[in-house]
């Protein structure tokens, strides 16, 4: 007995070591319980792209549609600053949309994770941080369409951290820090 165990005890370590490795990043959105292959993302603002996520690196078209929405730092990075030329009269923006990418850089959408202001039985939702946490930058996700919807609002001046966060029943799928200045006059 003692030697069959012996002989079965590295397929069982193979086998629970296979199960180990599999992570919601790596798994493809199918499956029992599916997950997204979300490695990016890309910000919308009716339409067009405003910001893009993909490869630990924030990119955006500096001199597009949306130019006025940023400023550089001092790596020449750029940064989404809201000041009075993006928001309306009480802070706030436009409405963005967040897309997912993969690995291949394609957009894809994932089920609503709302609808009619109740959530739905979709694995997925969108989730924001901000940190400061306060005083600084809010947000508002719109829960009546998709939850993939969400406005900023500039509450005072300074940077903050935005925190976007592609969370699957129980844990992060994809999170990632944007850095968002408010400049109001």
């Not at 940023?70 to 309306?88: C, H, I, K, M």
């Not at 994932?110 to 005083?135: C, H, I, K, V």
């Not at 993939?148 to 994809?174: C, M």
Request: with cysteine; hydrophobic share 40%.
């Amino acid at each position: 007995m003692y030697t069959i165990i012996k002989s079965l005890f590295p397929a069982l370590i193979l086998i629970l070591l296979a199960f180990s490795f599999t992570a919601c990043e790596d798994n493809p959105v199918s499956g029992e319980q599916e997950h997204a292959n979300a490695v990016g993302f890309v910000l919308e603002m009716d339409g067009d792209e405003l910001l893009r996520y993909f490869a630990r690196s924030v990119s955006a078209d500096m001199d597009g549609p949306f130019a006025d929405y940023f400023t550089e730092d001092e790596d020449g990075n750029p940064v989404l600053t809201l000041s009075d030329e993006v928001v309306d009269s009480e802070g706030r923006t436009a409405m963005m949309t967040i897309r997912w990418l993969d690995s291949d850089q394609n957009v894809f959408d994932l089920p609503p994770a709302f609808q009619n202001g109740s959530r739905t039985d979709e694995e997925w939702e969108l989730r924001l941080n901000t940190s400061p946490s306060d005083g600084i930058l809010g947000y508002n996700i719109d829960t009546e369409e998709t939850g993939w919807d969400f406005q900023l609002h500039a509450e005072g001046e300074g940077s903050a951290n935005l925190n976007v966060v592609l969370w699957h029943i129980d844990h992060e799928d994809l999170t990632q820090n944007i850095t968002v200045r408010v400049d109001l006059d």
